[in-house]
């Protein structure tokens, strides 16, 4: 059988690097909410961890064949691989401790190459590279400083920005700053970098939709498009919700503006994928984007094609997953603190 453990504390996790990291209160409380939810994905004969605080043992999210299990059991299953929510110090730990086999464990090295890659320094990188290689108009920039100075520098290049810390998710770690920036500002800035070495600087773009193309990195290397994710955030970046529906009906909802840019990102992505990430990572992740207002031309929208790039599954691809579920085309809010199968997705109420 394959194990599915879903670890919302998991970019957390990234972020402190130690197998004794203690998560976050919010993080256990997704984990205590949503601990079934790679159930979607997982085949029949597949077993999914329930911790010990979930708050029920059933889950619509469940499937036909999908075996619920505690991390008691662990021991004493026929395990053949392990999919976590994402790797990390601590989940290799705890898993090993409840007594899985080492060798489907990640070892330290693979541990240190994924977490890098984890980094928002990926996303920076990948960036250019992929403006580069789409005929159509896009726009981003990005930069990884590891000063103060390196930032005032952007500061001065680009106004107001967005600083995000190099491992962080949700909104969590991402702030603008204005220019010229407060004293309490720079203490965050300097707190990030002694923290984790390094902070990501872009321009503040004007959001008008958040967007993500999810892939599937197979066992042969390659990166298999498994669809588009539309979702919503609030004005500091924390997740808000995701749309399901039929794939016809969520792309018609991208502005016909950027969807040539959008189409040649999706094809040019696999490639780039296989190149830059493939060798050193298997299974599925997602591409961050958004639709922006051109600063001096507002009724202009363009495509920012990598805001942020997560090695492991999100919630884009479990409304994917959900979404195979749906009896109509949609378009509907997944809704993960569903109680009931007929309450995983709700009317949608937006334009």
């Known amino acids: 059988m394959t194990l599915h453990l879903f670890t919302p504390y998991h970019d957390e996790a990234l972020a402190q690097g130690s197998p004794y990291y203690y998560p976050s209160s919010a993080a256990r409380t997704l984990m205590a909410r949503w601990w079934a939810l790679p159930a979607l994905w997982a085949e029949a004969g597949d077993a999914v961890v329930r911790p010990d605080e979930a708050e029920r043992a059933d889950s619509p999210f469940l499937g036909e064949g999908v075996r619920v299990v505690r991390w008691s059991e662990l021991r004493h299953l026929p395990i053949r691989q392990v999919q976590p929510w994402g790797w990390d110090a601590l989940t290799i730990r705890r898993l090993s401790e409840a007594g899985v086999d080492s060798r489907l464990l990640p070892d330290e090295a693979a541990m240190q190459r994924l977490r890098q890659l984890s980094s928002r320094r990926t996303s920076a990188q990948l ?114 919700g995701n749309l399901a529906g039929h794939p016809a009906v969520l792309e018609q909802r991208i502005p016909p503006a950027v969807r040539p840019a959008l189409e040649a990102v999706r094809q040019a992505l696999p490639s780039l994928l296989a190149t830059h990430l493939a060798p050193y990572y298997r299974g599925p992740l997602g591409i961050d984007m958004m639709v922006v207002r051109q600063a001096d031309k507002p009724n202009r929208l363009l495509l920012h094609p990598c805001v942020e790039i997560n090695l492991r599954p999100t919630m884009g691809y479990a409304a994917l997953w959900a979404s195979r579920r749906l009896n109509d085309e949609g378009p509907y809010l997944f809704n993960p603190d569903a109680q009931t199968p007929q309450e995983l997705f709700l009317k949608w109420e937006g334009d």
């Open 127 to 240: 960036l250019p590279r992929i403006r580069q290689a789409v005929g159509a108009e896009t726009i981003g920039e990005a930069r990884m400083c590891g000063s103060q100075e390196e930032v005032a520098d952007c500061l001065t290049q680009w106004g107001n920005v967005v600083a995000k810390a190099p491992w962080s998710c949700s909104g969590r770690g991402v702030f603008r700053i204005a220019h010229p920036a407060l004293q309490t500002t720079w203490a965050r800035v300097r707190k990030i970098l002694r923290q984790q070495g390094s902070i990501e600087i872009e321009p503040y773009y004007e959001r008008a939709m958040d967007l993500a193309l999810e892939y599937e990195v197979d066992r042969h290397g390659q990166a298999v498009y498994a669809g588009l994710s539309l979702f919503h955030t609030q004005e500091g970046g924390a997740y808000s």
